[in-house]
């Protein structure tokens, strides 16, 4: 991993996000795959993907769908039958456990991948293929695939029942924000880090339909500058995470929007925590940080990811 290329992939975000607006546009990746309804949906990824896949599938069950998403490490695989949609998800087209998965399932029946490498051997293996068109991520951080997991899978729940979503239009949104969050960093990224980057680690809390969010931006703390980092959900933090409040130097990114905030911030004001809120004025945070289009709630799934990203990417650059 090289911690200038994974900013410079970052930097590539809007570019390569409208590159995908434009695809999604002029066609539908799921044309030759999903019917206009499937009686089950079962997706399959570790990492970044199963984050994704995640919040995808709650979206689905929401809307009525049977659908569900899993590790494709577990030793409990969901049964599947004609009836099924079965779609792995793996951008580096390589993942021994999702390969296993592929594997078990194509006993079964038709087998699906989304990937960002729709010539990996993986990918040979499989029925259909739809490709993220993240591009390469010469940092070696799985960071465009992410964003494009999300919008793939959104363009597929679209295809399977799920609430409708213009998913071009999401992509095009995303790059805009991407694009100020960009263009402006100079003047939050520097108090952020601050403000973020403490001796007992970076807790990063959003709302369950976009913990895909707190969990990969703990990630990309992880994985580049091997920082401690651990995503929650923000009604569960008060029953998981609270605790730490007492006796550690707290450092939250508050992802904002969950109902259950209030709670979570009586008990970081009673304990002096440090919380700084993205996409939304909380009241009761250290400081807060807004971006373009963040009043769209599918904006904030897509797009604010980047702000852990690049506190990741400028950590690992200073060592």
């Keep these: 991993m090289i911690p200038a290329a994974f900013l410079a992939d970052l930097e590539a975000k ?39 896949a995640g919040v995808v599938a709650a979206r689905l069950r929401a809307a009525g769908v049977d659908a569900v998403a899993e590790l494709a490490s577990t030793d409990l695989l969901p049964a599947a039958g004609d009836d099924t949609l079965v779609l792995a998800v793996s951008a580096g087209g390589g993942s021994r456990e999702t390969t296993a998965a592929v594997e078990h399932y194509r006993a079964r029946g038709p087998v699906a991948l989304l990937t960002n490498r729709p010539g990996s051997d993986l990918a040979a293996t499989c029925d259909t293929v739809v490709a993220m068109h993240a591009g390469e991520e010469a940092g070696g951080v799985a960071c465009r695939s992410f964003q494009h997991t999300l919008l793939l899978l959104l363009a597929l729940a679209n295809r399977v029942g799920g609430p409708p979503v213009d998913v071009a239009r999401l992509a095009a949104r995303a790059a805009d924000a991407s694009e100020d969050l960009l263009a402006r960093r ?26 895909s969010s707190a969990q990969q931006g703990a990630l990309m703390l992880r994985e580049g500058p091997r920082r401690p980092a651990v995503g929650c959900e923000t009604g569960d933090w008060s029953h998981v995470d609270v605790y730490l409040t007492k006796t550690t130097d707290y450092r939250m990114l508050l992802l904002a929007g969950s109902r259950w905030e209030d709670e979570l911030l009586r008990w970081t004001r009673e304990r002096g925590s440090t919380v700084v809120a993205v996409g939304g004025d909380v009241p009761g945070a250290t400081t807060s940080l807004r971006y373009a289009g963040d009043e769209d709630d599918d904006v904030r799934l897509v797009s604010e990811v980047l702000v852990p990203e690049l506190l990741a990417a400028d950590a690992w650059l200073r060592g």
């Design 186 to 211: 100079d003047t939050w990224l520097p108090g952020l880090s601050q403000a973020l980057l403490g001796p007992d680690g970076t807790h990063l809390v959003a709302p369950a339909r976009r913990l």
């Design 14 to 52: 809007p570019a390569v996000l409208r590159d995908l607006a434009d695809r999604l546009r002029d066609e539908d990746p799921w044309a030759r795959l999903a019917p206009a309804r499937s009686r089950r949906v079962l997706l399959l990824g570790m990492g970044s993907s199963a984050y994704a």
